[in-house]
T-cell receptor
Framework: RKEVEQDPGPFNVPEGATVAFNCTYS??????FFWYRQDCRKEPKLLMS???SGNEDGRFTAQLNRASQYISLLIRDSKLSDSATYLC?????????????FGQGTTLQVKP | DADVTQTPRNRITKTGKRIMLECSQT?????MYWYRQDPGLGLRLIYY???????NKGEISDGYSVSRQAQAKFSLSLESAIPNQTALYFC???????????FGPGTRLTVT
């Protein structure tokens, strides 16, 4: 089992749609969770951290389910500019080691 | 100006050549990382450094070496490049008390 697994997609959605991505992780001791966004041939950029209580940033909502070891990202009212690859990222263990495991990414294509 | 810079941005080299990729940061972070990204494989950790005197191997360190010349500088060397080292290479940094990482723009390396 991969340490971090994502559905690679692609997810093709119309503008204005709501889309959700899920990610599962294997290490129950993991404490830090993130969603990164990566545009084609560019560097990954931090989209948001994921907290136990769930968190929202504008049109983006992240949820964490520790019991089932999965993380989700919900994008509401999709924009053309949301087209990118979304990376699920988890730290390797429960300590603050700074070592992260990156999922392969889920590709989103928002169409007019 | 970018907080994390990488040079060169693109490089084509021949098999057997030695090549160095450089990374500099102005974020004041202690931790620095080198990753490579290949299509379908996601980001994989090559080496990481938590301070100038601390260097650690990552998941795929064979064929690579690093040097942490200063807090702000972390270079990656390929002693004898081979074609399967053709990839997109990213440098990243993080602070001591947080796990989120910030990436440079990447170096696209082609080994012929």
């Amino acid at each position: 089992r991969k340490e971090v697994e994502q559905d690679p997609g692609p997810f093709n959605v119309p503008e204005g749609a709501t889309v959700a991505f899920n990610c599962t992780y294997s290490n129950s001791a993991s404490q830090s969770f993130f969603w990164y966004r990566q545009d084609c041939r560019k560097e990954p950029k931090l989209l948001m951290s994921v907290y136990s209580s769930g968190n929202e940033d504008g049109r983006f909502t992240a949820q964490l389910n520790r019991a089932s070891q999965y993380i989700s990202l919900l994008i509401r009212d999709s924009k053309l500019s949301d087209s990118a690859t979304y990376l699920c990222v988890v730290n390797m263990d429960g300590s603050n080691t700074g070592k992260l495991i990156f999922g392969q990414g889920t590709t989103l294509q928002v169409k007019p | 100006d970018a907080d994390v810079t990488q040079t060169p941005r693109n490089r084509i080299t021949k098999t057997g050549k030695r090549i160095m990729l450089e990374c500099s940061q102005t974020k004041g972070h202690d931790r620095m990382y080198w990753y490579r990204q290949d299509p379908g494989l996601g980001l994989r950790l090559i080496y990481y450094s938590f301070d100038v005197k601390d260097i650690n191997k990552g998941e795929i360190s064979d064929g690579y070496s690093v040097s942490r010349q200063a807090q702000a500088k972390f270079s990656l060397s390929l002693e004898s490049a081979i074609p399967n080292q053709t990839a997109l290479y990213f440098c990243a940094t993080s602070g001591l008390d947080r796990n989120e990482q910030y990436f440079g723009p990447g170096t696209r390396l082609t080994v012929t």
